[in-house]
């Protein structure tokens, strides 16, 4: 497969099912084009979406592969945001696996923002609205968790999801669109198929940021608020 092929879809589900996991399921090979236009070629030589009989409290996915639930085949915008979620950790936490747990939201931050992208590709509203409402949300909850190390108990909490969406939406407002989107591909192609932490990343942003005119230290003093300290910044803004 060269990288300008799509990598197949497969779907794994019992008779009874087939149809509506043909429909719930339909469009990943667009998220998963959108996703590559983003983040670089698809980081497998297949995909599979598994469908249990069973309901499922929430989706797993491995390297390769998903596995849903029948209750996640509604085609509601909730369970499609789950799959355009499970699809992005193919890239974040497949490919680019984490070297510490505290670094939970290498993954989940960036699938969370990619459910953003699959959303604003999709007509679900706009990267700046969906981040506003995930904002929003926080705004309303406990300010006592630092992104970049939550500890054992909050490693999957709500709000490693969101803040680390966040991190990436505030990074992609000051250094804007083209720089970030170069950043987030070049990160990928850099450390497909290894290990990663935020030093390596805050290093990577801050080197392309610089590259690209920013001054230096700029993406790094950008998200560190929103990483390092419990409080939540203000709702970024473009520059
Ligand atoms: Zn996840």
């Known amino acids: 497969m060269t990288d300008h092929e799509p990598a197949p879809v497969f779907l ?140 054992p108990e909050l490693m999957f909490d709500d709000r490693i999801y969101k803040r680390g969406a966040l991190t990436l939406f505030a990074l992609n407002r000051a250094v804007g669109d083209e720089v970030f989107t170069d950043l987030i591909r070049s990160w990928v192609a850099e450390h497909r198929h290894s290990s990663v932490d935020t030093g390596m990343f805050l290093d990577h942003a801050d080197r392309q940021a610089e590259a690209a005119g920013h001054p230096a230290g700029h993406a790094r003093a950008v998200m560190l608020p929103w990483l390092c300290e419990p409080a939540l910044p203000a709702f970024p803004t473009s520059r």
């Open 12 to 151: 794994a589900v019992s008779p009874a099912l087939q149809d509506r996991a043909l429909e719930a399921l339909g469009r990943q090979t667009e998220m998963m084009a959108c996703f590559s236009w983003h983040f670089g070629p698809y980081p497998f030589d297949r995909y599979t979406a598994v469908v249990t009989d069973d309901v499922l409290e929430i989706p797993l996915e491995a390297a390769s592969l998903s596995i849903f639930g029948s209750n996640h085949l509604t085609g509601s915008w909730a369970a499609e945001r789950l799959v355009a979620h499970e699809l992005a950790h193919q890239w974040f936490g497949n490919a680019l696996t984490l070297r510490r747990w505290q670094d939970i939201w290498l993954h989940e931050g960036f699938a969370c923002y990619s459910e953003w992208l699959w959303g604003a590709e999709s007509g679900h509203g706009t990267l700046a609205s969906l981040a506003r409402t995930a904002w929003r949300g926080l705004a309303l909850k406990a300010k006592d968790l630092v992104v970049a190390d939550p500890g």
